[in-house]
T-cell receptor
Framework: DSGVTQTPKHLITATGQRVTLRCSPR?????VYWYQQSLDQGLQFLIQ???????AKGNILERFSAQQFPDLHSELNLSSLELGDSALYFC????????????????FGAGSRLTVL | GQQLNQSPQSMFIQEGEDVSMNCTSS?????WLWYKQDPGEGPVLLIA?????ELTSNGRLTAQFGITRKDSFLNISASIPSDVGIYFC???????????FGEGTQLTVNP
């Protein structure tokens, strides 16, 4: 157990639907990152939050949004789902996230596998 | 943005063989990390490197932070079937900045 909790582990839904993926970071970590991994692909960075505020955005579609709550858990919302959104979605957390705050060692959750039919 | 070129993309080896993989970039990094992802799981940190020239071991794994700060290497000795998975390198350019990940090396070990 890495200390980063992601739910649900598996999710099957239809095109056009909306889903929410949830992440609880490791205790003491203020930064949360979301990554997408499609079949046989690398880790595509989506978005980062630090202590409730958005810090960096990667290749995140406009149909996707995220937020980090005061208790530091984060949610990734995926809407108007398409077949191509089927992927593993990983949350990772780290204790740093601001410039000058040190080595950014990420701890990953086990992922949420989304299947869009 | 910055890119990390990780090679090889995939490797098929026999149990007991040694394995080498590397990551290179045109940019300088001040931290290098190596992660392993088992099938269907999240990446797990194997080794972290913080200083140019640093050589660090973790069991049968050894990683090095290149002297130029633009590359890193991971070696696995005497491979076993449970070494199967995807190995990712990751680099950090500045303190507190986001990690850049390589595309991964898919390792298959035949018993």
């Amino acid at each position: 157990d890495s200390g980063v909790t992601q739910t649900p582990k598996h999710l099957i839904t239809a095109t056009g639907q909306r889903v929410t993926l949830r992440c609880s970071p490791r205790s003491g970590d203020l930064s949360v990152y979301w990554y997408q991994q499609s079949l046989d692909q690398g880790l595509q960075f989506l978005i980062q939050y630090y202590n409730g505020e958005e810090r960096a955005k990667g290749n995140i579609l406009e149909r996707f949004s995220a937020q980090q709550f005061p208790d530091l858990h984060s949610e990734l919302n995926l809407s108007s789902l398409e077949l191509g959104d089927s992927a593993l979605y990983f949350c990772a957390s780290s204790v740093v996230g601001l410039a000058g705050s040190g080595a950014n060692v990420l701890t990953f959750g086990a992922g949420s596998r989304l299947t869009v039919l | 943005g910055q890119q990390l070129n990780q090679s090889p993309q995939s490797m098929f080896i026999q149990e007991g063989e040694d394995v080498s993989m590397n990551c290179t970039s045109s940019s300088i990094f001040n931290t290098w990390l190596w992660y392993k992802q088992d099938p269907g799981e999240g990446p797990v940190l194997l080794i972290a490197l913080y200083k140019a020239g640093e050589l660090t071991s973790n069991g049968r794994l050894t990683a090095q932070f290149g002297i130029t700060r633009k590359d890193s290497f991971l070696n696995i000795s005497a491979s076993i079937p449970s070494d199967v998975g995807i190995y990712f390198c990751a680099g950090q350019q500045a303190s507190g900045s986001r990690l850049t990940f390589g595309e991964g090396t898919q390792l298959t070990v035949n018993p």
